[in-house]
C-alpha cells in the first residue's frame, strides 16, 4: 500500500514550475529547487522519509522528500536540511510547498494515518560533524503544518494535484546558522520544495539618496531609520531618511539631496551638463544652454566663460549673456551763448549689450598758441555733473573769455575698463573768444539787522564791456557746502533779506557781461544781529508775518494731525468692524459666543491657507522629530509614532501625520487644514497640536501621542474589561471635549468612537477635525441621496436628509459613540444596510440598550436620539448628567436587562417595528443561520423568544460572542415590542 502511495506521488505529479518570483525584498538563504546537485539531507530512521530525485525538462534535478508509512502505528520519522547560514538574517521565513493526502481516501487506516506534520529548527554556530548523533529534543517545533488542500484518489485519477504553500515566521535567530527538520508522525506526505529566505529593503535610490540593503527589525512594528548618502555629484539639503519596515518596505522618506552645479538629475542620478551648458546653482534645476557670448567646452560646467572681447562685470550673474563696453558717442556738438555752454552728442552705436551705460565729459583748458593745456578740474562747473550722466547732453558753466576749451565724451558701461583697450572717446573743442570781466572790488557790510545784510562793493577794474548785473551767492557759515542762495542786483549793492539773527554768512559777487562771468570775489564773512540789536527795530512787520506764519503752521500742523488722528480712527473703527463681520461669518450655524470667550474660525475663509496654518501652528524644525514606527496609514499618507524634542524641555512621544510626496496643492491644503483647525483648541480632551512641518518635505502634522489609539479598536481588543464607572468617565470626557467644541462654535460632524483616542490613563480625546466638512477620508462616510458624503450610522436625521449640521447633530453623534462604548465597539446597527437605518430610524426605531448597560445611560442614549434636534440634550447637560451618575454610582445600577416595565421613550409613543415569525426576526438582525437552533430547542414564537436570557441563547448553540450580544439586544428590543403592543392592546 505504502509502495503503492509512493508511486503515485511521484509519478502521477504533474510538472510543478516552482519559479522564484524574483523578490528584490527576499534574500533566499536555500531554495531546493535551485539546488542542481545532491540535496544530502539526511533522514532518521533511513527508511522513514525517501529523498527522490527526478530531472525536468532542462535536465535540472526536482528534489522531493516522501514518507507514506499510513498504514503503521507510531510513526517518528525526521528529515533534517543540511545547514543553512543565517547571513545577516534575524529572522527567516521558512516556505513550504508540499502535498498532503486526504486519510479518508486511503482505505484501512482509521487510527493510523494522520494529516499534518511538524517543523522543527535547531541552531548552531556551525555545522555538525558527519559523525554527530542525531537527537530530536534538541529541535525546537516551530509550528504543526497541516494541508489546506489534501488530495483524494478521485483527484489522483484525475491528475488534479492540491499542492499547499505554507509560510512559517521564525526569530529572532541568534546563532550563525541553523537546521530545519521535518517530522512525520504517520501522514502522506510529498514535499516538493522548501525556501528559506528573510526579508530586507533592499538598496534603493530616493530623492538622489542612495540607501543600503536593510533588514527589517524582528519585532515588526518597530521601524529601522536609515540614513541615504546623496549620489555622485549631490548634496544634501536636509538628510535624507527612509525607514525600513518590517515587510522589507521602505516607508516614510524624508530630507533630500540636490544636483551640484554642473550637474542636473536625470533618472535618479546627477549628470553632467553637456558642452554648450551650465548650471550654476545646486538643486533640482536643469542646465542651462550657455547665454549669448559664452560658451563651455567641458562637461560639468558651473558658468560659461565670455568669447574673446565679451566680459562679465563683477555684479553680472551667470545667467546674463557677456557683453563688451560700449563704443565711442556720436556727433558731439557744441551751443555757446553769453554764459553756458551745451555740449550735445548721440548714443554710441555699439552699447556693448547692457543697458548700464553713462557718459563721462573731461574737460582741458588750453592756454594762447603755444600753452600746454591742462585739466580744467574746479573751474568750470557742468550741469548736472561731469561724471556719471545719463542723458545726452550737459551744461558747461564758469568757462573763462579767451580760452580754448576740449571737452572728451565718454561713453562707459559695466565692462568698460575690461581688456585694456584704448577708451573710444568723442572730443569737442571750444574757443570762448571774448574775456569776461575782472574781479569786482572788496565786499563790504554797510548796515545789519536780525534779518538782512546791506552789502556794497567796487566795479571791476576792466569790465571789458557793460555789466549787466551781478550775482550775489551766500550761505550760512555754519552750513557751509550743504546749501546757498543767490540773488541779483544790477547795482553794486545789495541788501540781502529773510537771514535768521545772530548767524554768520558767508558772501562773494562776481560781475557778468555779454562775453559771461567774472570769477567769483574773495569770499567775505558778516553776521546778522541779535533780537535786542537796534537795528532789529525795523523788522517789526516782518516779524509779526513771521510770527503769524510759525502761528498759522503750528495751527496747521495741529489740524492735520487732528484730521490724520480722527480719519485714522474711523479707518480703524472701520477696519475693526470689518474684521469683527469677518469673524463672524467665520462662525459656523450663526454661533454667536459669549462676551470674552475664543471662537473658532473657520480656515477655509482664510483667502491664503498657508496663512491659517502659521497663525495657528507652530513651524516645528524636522531634526527635533524622530520618527519610530509607522502606525497606521491615513488618506494623505503614514501616521507614525515618534518623538518631539523641545529645547529646555523633556522630549515628548507624539503622533506624526505624513503628506505622501506628489500631493497637489488642493491636497496639502485639505491635509494642513486639520492642523489649522486643531490650532485652535486647547483643551484636555481634544487632541493637541504640537505643530507642523511646511517648509521641508514630507509636510508633516505632529500631535500628542495617545498610547492605546483609536477607541473602538481599543474596546474591542478589551472586550468586557472596564467597570461601568470606568467606561462612564470615558464618555464623560468626550463629552466634556465635545462641549468645548460646541461653546466655541464648532461642529465636528464625524464624532465616532474611531475618531477618538485614548491615552494610557484612559483619558478620551476628540480626535479628526480635517474632514469635518469633507468627509472624504471616513470608510464610514457614504454618499447620500444629496451627493454629501456621510457616516449615515451616526448622523442625525436632519443632517442626513437635509445637511443641517450643527452641535445638536453632534449630539445625536454622541449618543451613538455612547452606545459603542457600553457595548465595547459593537457596529451601532449592526449589518443592516445605511438604507435600513434610515428607513428604521425614520419609523422610530432607535438602537436597544448594549448587554449590561445602566438604565440611565440607555435613557440618555434615547435622548440624544430625538427627532426635535431641540428637545436634545446640549454637551453641558450631558456633562452634568454623567458628573451626577459618578457621583451616584448607585444610579447605574439598575441595568436595562433587568427592566421588566417599559423604559421611558425618546418619543411619547416610540414605533418599534414588529415582526411577525422568528424567521423575519432573525433575518432583520442578519443571524438567520440561527433559525433551526431555536426551532429545535422548542422557541417557536417570538413570544417565548422574548423571554430568553443569555445563557438559553449559549445552551442553543449560539457559541460566537457578538452573536450573543446581537441576538441578546435585539431580545430586549423584542421585549419593549411586547410591552408596546400589550399597553395598546394589540396582540401578535
Ligand atoms: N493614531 C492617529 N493619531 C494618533 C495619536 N495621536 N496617537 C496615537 N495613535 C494615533
Redesign the pocket.
Not at 500631535?703 to 498610547?707: C, K
Given at each position: 500500500m505504502s509502495f503503492r502511495l509512493i508511486f503515485c506521488l511521484i509519478f502521477l505529479l504533474p510538472r510543478v514550475i516552482l519559479s522564484d518570483p524574483s523578490q528584490p525584498n527576499q534574500v533566499v538563504l536555500l531554495d531546493t529547487t535551485a539546488v542542481l546537485g545532491e540535496l544530502g539531507w539526511k533522514t532518521y530512521p533511513v527508511n522513514g522519509w525517501d529523498a527522490i530525485t527526478e530531472m525536468d525538462e532542462q535536465n535540472r534535478p526536482i528534489h522531493t522528500f516522501q514518507v507514506c508509512h499510513v498504514m503503521e502505528p507510531n510513526q517518528n520519522n525526521w528529515l533534517r536540511s543540511n545547514w543553512i547560514p543565517r547571513q545577516a538574517a534575524q529572522k527567516i521565513y521558512v516556505e513550504l510547498r508540499f502535498t498532503l493526502r486526504d486519510c479518508n481516501s486511503i482505505p484501512w487506516v482509521s487510527g493510523t494515518c494522520k494529516e499534518t506534520f511538524n517543523l522543527l529548527y535547531q541552531e548552531t554556530d556551525e555545522p555538525r560533524g558527519p559523525a554527530a548523533r542525531f537527537h530530536p529534543a534538541d529541535y525546537a517545533k516551530i509550528d504543526t503544518i497541516a494541508a489546506d488542500e489534501s488530495f483524494t484518489q478521485t483527484d489522483l485519477g484525475d491528475r488534479v494535484l492540491r499542492l499547499n504553500t505554507e509560510v512559517r515566521e521564525v526569530g529572532p535567530i541568534e546563532r550563525k546558522g541553523f537546521y530545519l527538520a521535518f517530522q512525520d508522525v504517520g501522514a502522506c506526505i510529498a514535499l516538493v520544495s522548501v525556501r528559506v529566505y528573510y526579508k530586507k529593503c533592499p538598496s534603493t535610490l530616493r530623492n538622489l539618496a542612495a540607501f543600503p540593503d536593510t533588514v527589517p527589525r524582528v519585532d515588526s512594528s518597530s521601524l529601522v531609520e536609515v540614513r541615504g548618502a546623496c549620489v555622485e555629484n549631490a548634496e544634501e539639503r536636509d538628510t535624507p531618511k527612509l525607514y525600513c519596515g518590517a515587510d522589507g518596505d521602505w516607508l516614510v522618506p524624508l530630507g533630500r539631496c540636490v544636483c551640484s552645479v554642473g550637474h542636473e538629475e536625470s533618472d535618479g542620478l546627477c549628470l553632467a551638463c553637456r558642452p554648450g551648458f551650465y548650471k550654476a546653482f545646486a538643486g533640482n534645476i536643469k542646465c542651462s544652454k550657455c547665454p549669448p557670448h559664452s560658451f563651455s567646452h567641458s562637461e560639468g560646467s558651473a558658468f560659461c566663460h565670455c568669447e574673446k572681447d565679451f566680459y562679465r562685470a563683477p555684479k553680472d550673474p551667470a545667467t546674463m549673456a557677456c557683453t563688451r563696453p560700449p563704443s565711442a558717442p556720436r556727433n558731439p556738438m557744441f551751443t555757446i551763448n553769453e554764459t553756458a555752454l551745451f555740449l550735445e552728442w548721440m548714443p554710441p552705436s555699439d552699447t556693448g549689450g547692457r543697458k548700464d551705460l553713462t557718459y563721462n565729459v573731461l574737460c582741458q583748458r588750453c592756454g594762447g598758441a603755444g600753452q600746454a593745456c591742462e585739466p580744467c578740474d574746479g573751474d568750470v562747473r557742468f550741469v548736472p555733473r561731469p561724471l556719471g550722466l545719463t542723458g545726452t547732453s550737459v551744461a558747461v558753466q564758469d568757462f573763462v573769455a579767451n580760452a580754448n576749451y576740449t571737452f572728451q565724451i565718454e561713453a562707459v558701461n559695466g565692462v568698460s575698463g575690461m581688456g585694456r583697450k584704448a577708451r573710444p572717446l568723442a572730443n569737442v573743442t571750444v574757443s570762448t573768444e571774448q574775456a569776461g570781466p575782472s574781479l569786482v572790488g572788496v565786499v563790504r557790510k554797510d548796515w545789519a539787522s536780525q534779518n538782512s545784510i546791506a552789502l556794497s562793493w567796487q566795479e571791476a577794474e576792466q569790465p571789458h564791456g557793460a555789466i549787466l548785473d551781478y550775482e550775489i551767492k551766500y550761505y550760512e557759515k555754519e552750513q557751509e557746502q550743504l546749501s546757498y542762495s543767490s540773488t541779483r542786483t544790477k547795482s553794486p549793492s545789495v541788501i540781502v533779506s529773510g537771514l535768521k539773527p545772530s548767524t554768520v554768512y558767508v558772501f562773494h559777487v562776481r560781475a557778468r557781461t555779454l562775453a559771461g562771468y567774472s570769477g567769483y570775489s574773495p569770499k567775505s564773512e558778516f553776521a546778522t544781529g541779535d533780537e535786542n540789536s537796534e537795528e532789529a527795530s525795523d523788522q517789526g512787520p516782518v516779524l509779526v508775518i513771521v510770527t503769524a506764519a510759525v502761528g498759522g503752521f503750528s495751527l496747521l500742523v495741529i489740524l492735520t494731525l487732528f484730521l490724520l488722528i480722527t480719519g485714522r480712527c474711523q479707518w480703524y473703527i472701520k477696519a475693526k468692524m470689518k474684521s469683527e463681520e469677518k469673524r463672524r461669518t467665520h462662525y459656523q450655524n450663526g454661533h454667536v459666543p459669549f462676551p470674552g470667550m475664543k471662537t473658532y474660525v473657520d480656515p477655509d475663509t482664510y483667502e491664503d491657507p498657508t496663512l491659517a496654518v502659521h497663525e495657528f501652528a507652530k513651524e516645528i524644525d524636522p531634526s527635533r522629530i524622530r520618527i519610530e514606527r509607522v502606525?497606521?496609514a491615513g488618506e494623505f499618507g503614514e501616521?507614525c509614532?515618534g518623538r518631539l524634542r523641545t529645547p529646555g524641555k523633556k522630549e515628548i512621544p507624539v503622533?506624526i501625520?505624513t503628506l505622501k510626496g506628489g500631493y497637489t496643492e488642493r491636497q496639502r491644503r485639505d491635509f494642513l487644514r486639520e492642523a489649522s483647525i486643531m490650532g485652535q483648541f486647547d483643551n484636555p480632551n481634544i487632541?493637541r497640536l504640537e505643530g507642523v512641518v511646511t517648509k521641508s518635505r514630507p509636510v508633516m502634522i505632529v500631535?500628542?501621542?495617545?498610547?492605546n489609539?483609536?477607541l473602538d479598536s481599543f474596546l474591542r481588543k478589551h472586550d468586557g474589561h472596564f467597570t461601568v464607572i470606568q467606561l462612564v468617565g470615558m464618555l464623560r470626557g468626550i463629552a466634556s471635549g465635545m462641549m468645548y467644541l460646541s461653546d466655541i462654535g464648532y461642529v465636528h460632524r464625524d464624532l465616532a468612537a474611531r475618531n477618538i483616542?485614548v491615552d494610557d490613563n484612559l483619558v478620551c480625546k476628540v480626535?479628526d477635525f480635517g474632514l469635518s466638512r469633507v468627509l472624504e477620508d471616513d470608510p464610514e462616510a457614504a454618499y447620500t441621496t444629496t451627493g454629501g458624503k456621510i457616516p449615515i450610522r451616526w448622523t442625525a436625521p436632519e443632517a442626513i436628509a437635509y445637511r443641517k449640521f450643527s452641535s445638536a447633530s453632534d449630539v445625536w453623534s454622541y449618543g451613538i459613540v455612547m452606545w459603542e462604548v457600553m457595548s465595547y465597539g459593537e457596529r451601532p446597527y449592526w449589518e443592516m444596510s445605511n438604507q435600513d437605518v434610515i428607513l428604521s430610524i425614520e419609523e422610530g426605531y432607535r438602537l436597544p440598550a448594549p448587554m449590561g448597560c445602566p438604565v440611565a445611560l440607555h435613557q440618555l442614549m434615547l435622548h440624544c436620539w430625538q427627532k426635535e434636534r431641540n428637545r436634545r440634550p446640549r454637551f453641558n447637560d450631558i456633562v452634568d448628567f454623567l458628573d451626577k451618575l459618578i457621583r451616584n454610582p448607585g444610579c447605574l445600577l439598575t441595568l436595562v436587562d433587568d427592566v421588566q416595565s417599559f423604559p421611558e421613550s425618546p418619543e411619547d409613543t416610540p414605533e418599534y417595528p414588529l415582526f411577525i415569525s422568528i424567521g423575519d426576526w432573525l433575518d432583520s438582525i442578519k443571524m438567520s443561520q440561527y433559525k433551526n437552533n431555536f426551532l429545535a430547542a422548542g422557541y417557536t414564537t417570538l413570544d417565548s423568544v422574548s423571554t430568553m436570557s443569555i445563557d438559553d441563547v449559549r445552551r442553543i448553540g449560539v457559541s460566537l460572542i457578538g452573536h450573543q450580544r446581537r441576538i441578546v439586544s435585539s431580545i430586549q428590543t423584542l421585549r419593549l415590542q411586547f410591552l408596546h403592543v400589550q399597553q395598546s392592546g394589540f396582540h401578535v
Open positions: 502606525i497606521g501616521v509614532s503622533a501625520k487632541i500631535v500628542e501621542y495617545m498610547e489609539g483609536s483616542l480626535s
